[in-house]
């Protein structure tokens, strides 16, 4: 019996023919972040999650949304059931873990002297987000992290795990702009686990001008406001 199957050329997005056009010629920076210890499901969906990012590219001037990257999140792309913080619980739900991603684009974009327009911290001191102040949470379609590509010519996301370590590097044009980073301090740390911490970026031109600054303020609250609710099925 005979099978016909209709094939579609997809032509990548990024080529060799390509890449030196959009001005993608240098590293500009990294985030890193840890996630030892995270259940199984929690690493599942981290390793899909960062796929999601691998190769995105970001037109000068475009605004970068976390969540219009990530896209559906549910079974049908292959997620499972892990913990979320939402409203006043921690609960199973499709794609826990991706504020692991979240976090870790928002420390390769502050290293890389990009300007962040909207982030948001998590409702509590998360262990996966050490140090304290450095984290970004997402919970699409509303809480979102979006960042402008401020350079003069198009942006590379390219993610990697290695072990434990989830890395997201930035690929674009050296424009030898400098980013000084003060912090996060944390300060009102309490016995409940409640604590509030600052992190301030500096991004100065290669004149030694200050293009911008911003402070990022975390006011996370007692773990113990969020008890865990365990999936009736588990």
Same mark, same amino acid.
């Given at each position: 019996? =005979?099978?016909?199957?209709?094939?579609?050329?997809?032509?990548? #997005?990024?080529?060799?023919?390509?890449?030196?056009?959009?001005?993608?010629?240098?590293?500009?920076?990294?985030?890193?972040?840890? @996630?030892?210890?995270?259940?199984?499901?929690?690493?599942?969906?981290?390793?899909?999650?960062?796929?999601?990012?691998?190769?995105?590219?970001?037109?000068?001037?475009?605004? @970068?949304?976390?969540?219009?990257?990530?896209?559906?999140?549910? %079974? !049908?792309?292959?997620? !499972?059931?892990?913990?979320?913080?939402?409203?006043?619980?921690?609960?199973?739900?499709?794609?826990?873990?991706?504020?692991?991603?979240?976090?870790?684009?928002?420390?390769?974009?502050?290293?890389?002297?990009?300007?962040?327009?909207?982030?948001?911290?998590?409702? @509590?001191?998360?262990?996966?987000?050490?140090?304290?102040?450095?984290?970004?949470?997402?919970?699409?379609?509303?809480?979102?992290?979006?960042?402008?590509?401020?350079?003069?010519?198009?942006?590379?996301? =390219?993610?990697?795990?290695?072990?434990?370590?989830?890395?997201?590097?930035?690929?674009?044009?050296?424009?030898?702009?400098?980013?000084?980073?003060?912090?996060?301090? =944390?300060?009102?740390? #309490?016995?409940?686990?409640?604590?509030?911490?600052?992190?301030? =970026? !500096?991004?100065?031109?290669?004149?030694?001008?200050?293009?911008?600054?911003?402070?990022?303020?975390?006011?996370?609250?007692? %773990?113990?406001?969020?008890?865990?609710?365990?999936?009736?099925?588990?």
């Amino acid at each position: 019996k =005979q099978i016909n199957f209709e094939i579609t050329k997809t032509e990548p #997005k990024i080529t060799t023919e390509n890449i030196d056009n959009l001005g993608i010629t240098a590293f500009l920076g990294k985030g890193v972040s840890n @996630f030892s210890g995270s259940p199984v499901n929690r690493v599942h969906n981290i390793k899909i999650g960062v796929a999601r990012f691998n190769g995105t590219l970001i037109k000068p001037d475009e605004v @970068f949304s976390f969540n219009d990257v990530l896209g559906e999140v549910g %079974p !049908e792309q292959g997620y !499972e059931p892990e913990l979320v913080i939402k409203k006043d619980k921690t609960i199973p739900e499709y794609g826990g873990g991706l504020c692991q991603v979240s976090t870790t684009v928002f420390r390769a974009a502050i290293n890389s002297g990009l300007k962040i327009i909207e982030r948001f911290a998590h409702a @509590f001191p998360v262990k996966y987000y050490n140090p304290q102040g450095f984290d970004a949470t997402i919970y699409p379609p509303s809480t979102d992290l979006k960042f402008i590509n401020n350079t003069p010519d198009y942006l590379l996301l =390219q993610g990697k795990i290695s072990g434990n370590e989830l890395t997201l590097e930035v690929y674009g044009t050296e424009d030898y702009r400098k980013v000084s980073i003060d912090g996060p301090h =944390q300060y009102d740390v #309490k016995d409940d686990g409640s604590m509030k911490a600052t992190l301030t =970026q !500096e991004v100065y031109d290669k004149d030694g001008n200050l293009m911008f600054k911003k402070t990022f303020y975390s006011n996370y609250k007692s %773990p113990d406001l969020y008890p865990i609710d365990r999936n009736p099925l588990e």
